[in-house]
């Protein structure tokens, strides 16, 4: 089983949570770029720490998933619905002055994940990955993409296919379409079905090989279970292990008020972050975790009554939790020298804000930042970039003025995070 870290809280007003922090340091003077001088603060309303700069990197670009960047500073977008004909987006700063000049879409791909990795750009619809062959010359991927892995099953719920490339390893969430895995889908009171079924094929993570083509999906190529939806997955580069933040179960006051209120339904159950090893179970459908009681509990379907642990001390536990319903969409480790050292290696989550914790006002629209010390955390999370929903307080997501969801370095070390409503990219930097 591995540690936990419990959520910090944070203190009104400030950039920072009230969790210590190491002493910011200077980065190394070779990462001191001419764009620093030029860095215009202008992010649209958006809040960053003091010292950072956040720009408008590009806008107007659609409904943008996830976002990549290659070595040489071309990003790529991936579009949850076609714009202009097309589903893929490349980007390009030609004279370094924090704002892609160049922007050209091409094929029609539309889907969730998106990586560059060894000179090819990979993608990822609800049902299949393709990659491309990066040019040389030019600005983006021509002709028709090669077919990675292929047959994921269609479903309604949590069809993404977000993606994470490391050690020759294709990693890929296929998230289960399901709350609960109740007998009645989102019925009140329901018990769950158990053993839950879904969890055949779905509800997971699975494997393949990156550089191979025409792989099928199957269900003998699980790597982990019982991960409800993990489209926030990335690799650690740095530690050589795979990660992700889980998109926690909704409606337990709706489905069990006589367990839960109100406010234990906006707040519960916590948004889990894990350290991923070959056979992991975390427990999805059976569990959910309660950050304010620190434990692993009894799913309601399942016979708990919101205190009970049951079998769910055989579950791994999250290395840090969040509080519920903030819906975590991305994740990054930053591995540049770009930032202060207090980021080397730590971790970036971009939360996109979800409807479930109605009637109560709505919460995350934000990226955090994680200070990790090797494989864990070093500490609470602290509120990195905020403002994206435009009012300090909302009813629902369709009141958001952007909702963060892409996360990528570049080769500059800046941080590019990508919205998915206006179709907006900010790049931050570090100014001193």
Not at 2 to 8: A, K, N, T
Not at 22 to 45: L, M, N
Not at 50 to 56: D, S
């Amino acid at each position: 089983m591995h540690r936990i870290i419990i959520f910090c809280l944070l203190i009104p007003g400030l950039a920072l949570s009230a969790c210590s922090r190491a002493e910011q340091a200077a980065p190394d003077a070779r990462t001191a770029k001419s764009t620093a001088a030029i860095c215009e603060q202008d992010g649209g309303g958006i809040s960053v720490p003091a010292g950072f700069c956040i720009q408008v990197f590009a806008d107007d670009l659609g409904r943008v998933r996830h976002i990549a960047a290659a070595p040489d500073g071309r990003l790529f977008a991936i579009l949850r619905s076609a714009s202009e004909g097309h589903g893929l987006v490349a980007l390009r700063d030609a004279d370094g002055d924090g704002k892609a000049e160049t922007i050209h879409r091409f094929g029609n791909l539309t889907g969730t994940g998106i990586r560059v990795h060894d000179g090819r750009l990979y993608a990822s619809s609800d049902t299949a990955v393709y990659r491309w062959r990066l040019p040389d010359d030019g600005l983006e991927p021509t002709g028709e993409p090669e077919l990675v892995v292929g047959g994921f099953p269609e479903q309604g719920q949590h069809a993404a296919k977000s993606l994470a490339i490391g050690d020759g390893k294709l990693y890929v969430n296929v998230g289960a379409p399901s709350n609960a895995c109740m007998e009645q889908t989102r019925t009140k009171g329901s018990p769950g079905m158990d053993p839950c079924p879904l969890l055949e094929g779905h509800g997971g993570i699975w494997r393949f090989d990156a550089n191979a083509t025409g792989q099928s999906y199957s269900p003998a190529r699980r790597f982990v279970t019982g991960i409800r939806n993990a489209v926030a997955l990335a690799w650690n580069p740095t530690v050589g292990e795979l990660y992700l933040v889980q998109h926690g179960r909704d409606q337990l006051h709706g489905l069990f008020p006589d367990l839960y209120s109100v406010e234990d339904s906006a707040e519960l159950p916590a948004e889990e972050m894990f350290r991923v090893n070959e056979g992991d179970n975390f427990g999805w459908p059976y569990c959910y975790y309660d950050q304010r009681q620190g434990k692993k509990l009894l799913a309601p379907e399942f016979g708990g009554d919101g205190k009970s642990v049951g079998r769910c001390d055989k579950y791994e536990r999250p290395i840090i939790a969040f509080p519920g319903h903030w819906a975590p969409n991305g994740l990054m480790f930053y591995t540049a020298d770009a930032f202060p050292a207090h980021y080397r290696n730590g971790a970036f989550i971009a939360f996109h804000g979800s409807w479930n914790r109605a009637p109560e006002p709505q919460a995350g629209y934000k990226v955090v930042f994680v200070p990790f010390d090797g494989p864990l955390p070093a500490g609470g999370y602290e509120t990195f970039a905020s403002g994206f929903a435009g009012a300090d307080s909302i009813a629902s997501p369709s009141q958001a003025e952007y909702r963060p969801m892409g996360l990528v370095q570049g080769p500059d070390g800046a941080l590019y995070v990508g919205d998915t409503e206006k179709g907006r990219i900010w790049k931050i930097t570090y100014m001193r």
